[in-house]
C-alpha cells in the first residue's frame, strides 16, 4: 500500500508536522492548562468556602460552560470579542476560551477532591489557630491536589487533543498544519494517520509525567 | 482560679434539643470529666465551647472576658482557639503532613513562629508523649494510639490555657487506650487544666477533679473526684454507675 512516493511525504511531512505540534499544539493545551487549574482552584474554593453570591456565580459559569459546546465558545469569541473591544490574535483567544472551558470542568473536579479532604482536618485546623485560607494552603490544597491529579491529567490530555478545533478559529495547529500537506499532495489518508501517531505520541509522554508527578506528589506514607 | 465558665448553654439542630441550659465552671488545674450515656451532649457542649458548633444560647467567661456564643467574633474565636487545644475521637491528624510537621503547623502557620523554635517545641512535646522517634513518619503509618499521642502533643505544642479531650480513647482498643490514658494522666500530674469527655470510668475516678454528670441535655449532678462515684445522688446517676460497673 505504501509506495516510495508515499514514504517520502511521509518522511518529509514529519519534521512540518511536528514543529506545529510543538509550537502550537503543545503550547496551547498546556499554557491552557496550567491557566484553567488556576480557575479552577479559585472557583472550586469558592464553593467550598460556600461564599455567599460568588458561590452563585461560580454555578452559573460552570453550568454555562458545561452546557455549550466548546466549538460554539470558540466561535463566539472570536466574533464576540472584538465586538468588547478586545483585539487578541487567534492563539490568544483560543488560550482564553480553552482556559474557561477546561476551568468550569475541572473546578468540579477540583471541588470534589476539597471535600473528599475529612472534614476533621479543617476543624483540627481551626483548633491549632490556623484560619481558612491557611487550613486551605497547608492541608486541603495539597491532599485535593493529589486526589485530583489523574482527573485534571486526563483533561490535559484531551485537551492536547481537542486543539485541533483551534482551527474554526485560524489557528493553524497541527492538525490543520496537516490538513494543508495533504490538500497540497492529495494524499489524505496516511498523512492523517501520520498525525494520529504523532498525538499519540504526546500523550504517551503526557502519561509517563503523570506517572512520575504522582510519585513526586507521593502518597503520604501509604504503601501501595 | 475560675478558668473557664459556661452559663446556660443552648443547641439545637433542626428541632432536636441537643443542649438545654448547661452551667459548667472550670477551675485552673482542674481535670474535669464529662460522663453520661450517649446523646447525653457531651461532645456538643465541648465543640460549643471552641466554637465547632454554634450555641443558640449562652455565655462563656474565657479568661478575663465574657462572651456572648451565639455572636462571639471571628476574631475572639480565633484568639480563644489559639488559648485552647482540642483532642478529636478520631485524631484528626493532617494526612499530608508528617508526625513533626503536624504538630509544628500551629506554631509557624498560625502563630509565625520561626520554623527551628517550632521544631524544638515540637520535639519536646513529641517526647513527652513518646513519639519523637517517629518524627518523620505519616500518620497512616501509625496506630490509632500513637496518632492519638501525635494528637495530644499537636495541642499541647501551642501551650494552652486548656485542652479539650472528646472521647479521646473511644476509637482505640485496650492496650492502645492504656497508652493513651498513661499520657492524660501524665498531664493531668503535671497541673494541666483538662476537660475530658470520656467512658472511661476507672480513669475519671483516678484522675478528675470534678465529674459531670450529664444526661438528656442537662448536667444531672457534679461532685468532686471520688466522692461523686461513691456518694451518687440523683437516681439517674446511680442507674448510670450501676450499668457502667463491670
Redesign the interface.
Known amino acids: 500500500m505504501i509506495n516510495e512516493k508515499t514514504m517520502e511525504l511521509l518522511i518529509s511531512s514529519f519534521p512540518k508536522i511536528l514543529e506545529f505540534g510543538l509550537k502550537v499544539t503543545l503550547p496551547l493545551a498546556v499554557i491552557a492548562f496550567i491557566l484553567s487549574t488556576v480557575l479552577a482552584v479559585l472557583v472550586a474554593t469558592v464553593q467550598f468556602a460556600e461564599v455567599p453570591v460568588l458561590k452563585q456565580i461560580c454555578r452559573f459559569y460552570i453550568w454555562v460552560i458545561r452546557g455549550t459546546p466548546l466549538l460554539v465558545q470558540l466561535m463566539v469569541a472570536f466574533y464576540g470579542l472584538p465586538l468588547i473591544g478586545i483585539h487578541a490574535n487567534p492563539f490568544v483567544m483560543a488560550v482564553i476560551v480553552f482556559t474557561i472551558n477546561e476551568g468550569a470542568y475541572s473546578a468540579e473536579t477540583m471541588r470534589a477532591a476539597m471535600e473528599a479532604?475529612?472534614a476533621?482536618?479543617l476543624?483540627?485546623?481551626?483548633?491549632?489557630?490556623?484560619?481558612f485560607m491557611?487550613i486551605m494552603w497547608?492541608?486541603i490544597l495539597?491532599?485535593s491536589f493529589?486526589t485530583a491529579f489523574p482527573s485534571l491529567f486526563n483533561a490535559l490530555i484531551s485537551m492536547v487533543k481537542d486543539t485541533s478545533l483551534a482551527s474554526s478559529i485560524t489557528v493553524v495547529e497541527m492538525f490543520t498544519r496537516t490538513k494543508q500537506i495533504a490538500g497540497q499532495s492529495y494524499n489524505y489518508l496516511p498523512l492523517y494517520i501520520e498525525v494520529a501517531i504523532v498525538y499519540l505520541l504526546f500523550c504517551t509522554v503526557l502519561t509517563f509525567v503523570q506517572k512520575r508527578g504522582e510519585k513526586i506528589l507521593g502518597s503520604?506514607?501509604?504503601r501501595k | 482560679m475560675k478558668l473557664l465558665e459556661i452559663r446556660n448553654l443552648h443547641k439545637k439542630f433542626d428541632s432536636t434539643e441537643v443542649l438545654k441550659g448547661v452551667d459548667l465552671t472550670v477551675e485552673k488545674g482542674d481535670v474535669v470529666s464529662i460522663l453520661g450515656p450517649s446523646g447525653s451532649g457531651k461532645t456538643t457542649l465541648l465543640r460549643c465551647i471552641n466554637f465547632l458548633e454554634k450555641a443558640d444560647e449562652g455565655d462563656l467567661v474565657f479568661g478575663e472576658k465574657t462572651y456572648h456564643l451565639p455572636k462571639t467574633s471571628r476574631d475572639d474565636i480565633s484568639s480563644i482557639r489559639k488559648r485552647t487545644g482540642f483532642v478529636f475521637q478520631n485524631y484528626n491528624l493532617f494526612a499530608n503532613k508528617t508526625v513533626l510537621h503536624n504538630v509544628t503547623l500551629g506554631l509557624t502557620s498560625a502563630r509565625h513562629i520561626h520554623a527551628k523554635a517550632a521544631e524544638e517545641k515540637a520535639l519536646e512535646v513529641l517526647r513527652k508523649v513518646g513519639m519523637a522517634d517517629f518524627a518523620g513518619q505519616y500518620p497512616s503509618q501509625l496506630s490509632g494510639g500513637q496518632q492519638q499521642r501525635v494528637a495530644i502533643a499537636r495541642a499541647l505544642a501551642t501551650d494552652p490555657d486548656i485542652i479539650f479531650f472528646d472521647e479521646p480513647t473511644s476509637a482505640l482498643d485496650p492496650e492502645l487506650t492504656a497508652e493513651v490514658l498513661e499520657v492524660m494522666r501524665e498531664l493531668a500530674h503535671e497541673g494541666m487544666t483538662m476537660i475530658v469527655v470520656t467512658h472511661e470510668i476507672s480513669f475519671a475516678k483516678e484522675v478528675s477533679s470534678k465529674v459531670v454528670f450529664m444526661a438528656e441535655g442537662k448536667v444531672v449532678e457534679e461532685g468532686h473526684g471520688a466522692d461523686f462515684f461513691e456518694n451518687p445522688k440523683e437516681d439517674r446517676t446511680k442507674e448510670f454507675l450501676r450499668l457502667t460497673k463491670n
Open positions: 479532604v475529612p476533621g482536618q476543624e483540627a485546623g481551626y483548633c491549632v489557630g490556623m484560619n491557611q497547608h492541608i495539597p491532599q493529589r503520604y506514607g501509604v
